[in-house]
């Protein structure tokens, strides 16, 4: 790698970079244009994207589609606030989430990002048993369930349901306290079983919890059939079934954040379209722009919204941000929704999907890979290790490798992953799989 030149020395004491390591990771590049699944530095790398910058990225950097429509609405409406107006970008951008989510989630709640599409479920949860049970009787359902190894984001509610870990231990005090039901991670059953022989016992938790706790519980939140950070875990289609059921059964409110998994991660538009659930909300950001501009969007069932509506001022959602419904956003969104319909976007996915699939076998056979999985155009490699876990000591050796390579893939730890924009061509995704054999063989 070239070394570090003094505008980067000069950022070093200017930016303070996400989830950045200072003094241990490699000094930031610095990237001056993008196309297609390529960056290029200032100085003339091209860097493969393996991970779509963050799982953001959907059809490829710089798509020209979606920067004319960026253009072209930043001409007429930048922005006006959501409360009291309206305009076309959101209106469409409304009509056409509506027009791919399952039927019963209708009413769609604008908002910045992943986290605080998140914060509006988790507050919409709430304030929906608030304002259906002030005069029932029952005691208040107030309190969420979360899954093992979540990651919901960095905001406080956010961070509240997902995993404690080295993220969230310094910020102990801003949590509030959730139930913690076992997932499926089938390579480490929780309950100790193999997944040939099982019955999705794993979900026997969760059920305590509701049988005990019910009439107390507002919500359960899950990461639909693969959880992001907590390792790219794959679950079984049943293990989702079996929440919604179990959630019906005890009249309590299903999260879905599909944050990282909606917009065809999994192969179908939403993950819970593979298991034939549908949540009674569900959190959408990351690729929901294309990857160009923030955004996010929580949605609901009509059950939900009914509920905010009327003269009582108790009953009005009290929720908003400065660029709700952005319209350069909107028209990035927009844009990128009709590229499913005007390009082979999942006929794309398909192919990255079977490249998984003819690639991981092999990696499989290797003594220093204890798990592969994949869903869609997502896989993951788990490495044996003995501190597993995003703080591993493997991660900066292999993020280093990759990056000597112009690979760019960030492990979870012992965890590598490949999550490539969908325009990737077969051979450089070949070429991602050829550098991560070589890091396993070098750095194991």
């Known amino acids: 790698m070239s070394g570090t030149s003094p505008k980067t020395a000069l950022d070093a004491l200017q930016i303070w970079h996400p989830f950045t390591r200072a003094g241990v990771d490699p000094a930031p590049l610095r990237i001056s244009r ?12 091209r860097i493969l994207d393996g991970i779509s910058s963050w799982w953001v990225n959907l059809h490829g950097h710089a798509h020209p589609r979606i920067a004319e429509a960026v253009a072209a609405q930043a ?13 076309e970008p959101a209106e469409r951008l409304a009509e056409e989430l509506r027009r791919v989510a399952p039927a019963p989630l209708e ?61 969230t231990e310094a910020f102990a005090p801003m949590r509030f306290p959730v139930h913690r039901a076992h997932t499926a991670y089938c390579y480490r059953c929780p309950v100790g079983l193999k997944r040939e022989s099982c019955n999705i016992e794993c979900a026997d938790s969760l059920e305590k919890i509701l049988r005990e706790r019910g009439e107390k519980i507002a919500a359960v939140i899950v990461e639909p059939l693969l959880q992001g950070a907590g390792g790219m875990i ?15 059964k005890y009249d309590v409110l299903l999260i879905a954040d599909e944050v990282l998994t909606g917009f065809g991660r999994c192969g179908t ?30 949605l609901a069932t009509s059950r939900i919204h009914d509920a905010f509506t009327g003269v009582d001022p108790a009953r009005t959602f009290w929720h908003g941000h400065s660029y709700t419904g952005n319209p350069l956003a909107c028209a990035a969104a927009v844009a990128s929704l009709e590229i499913f319909h005007t390009e082979p ?16 076998p092999r990696l499989a056979n290797l003594a220093a890979v204890g ?8 896989a993951a490699i788990e490495l044996r290790a003995d501190d597993v876990g995003y703080l591993s000591a493997l991660r900066p050796k292999l993020y280093r490798f990759f990056l000597e390579r112009d690979v760019l893939l960030r492990p979870l730890g012992n965890v590598i992953y490949v999550l490539p924009p969908y325009c990737i061509e077969g051979n450089d995704l070949h070429h991602v799989y050829d550098v991560i054999e070589e890091a396993i063989q070098s750095i194991m």
Request: glycine share 10%; net charge negative; with cysteine.
């Open 371 to 378: 798990d592969t999985r994949q869903i869609g155009s997502v």
């Open 107 to 167: 009413h769609i709640f604008f908002s910045d990002n992943g986290s605080t599409a998140v914060e509006v479920a988790l507050k919409m949860a709430l304030q929906y048993w608030r304002n259906t049970d002030r005069k029932g009787g029952r005691a208040e359902k107030s309190e969420i369930i979360a899954l093992e190894h979540g990651y919901h984001g960095d905001t406080a509610g956010a961070m509240s349901v997902s995993e404690d870990s080295a993220f």
């Open 75 to 87: 001409k007429i409406l930048e922005h006006v606030l959501l409360a009291g107006f309206v305009h």
């Open 269 to 298: 538009m939403f993950a819970c379209e593979l298991a034939g659930v549908t949540p009674d909300l569900m959190c959408l950001s990351k690729g929901l722009t294309g990857g160009f501009l923030p955004m996010g969007a929580t």
């Open 234 to 248: 794959v679950h079984p289609v049943e293990f989702l079934q079996r929440v919604r059921a179990l959630t019906a």
């Open 34 to 45: 993008a196309e297609g699944a390529w960056l290029v530095t200032e100085d003339g790398r």
């Open 345 to 360: 976007v999942f006929e794309r996915i398909n192919a990255i999907a079977a490249i998984h699939s003819e690639r991981l």
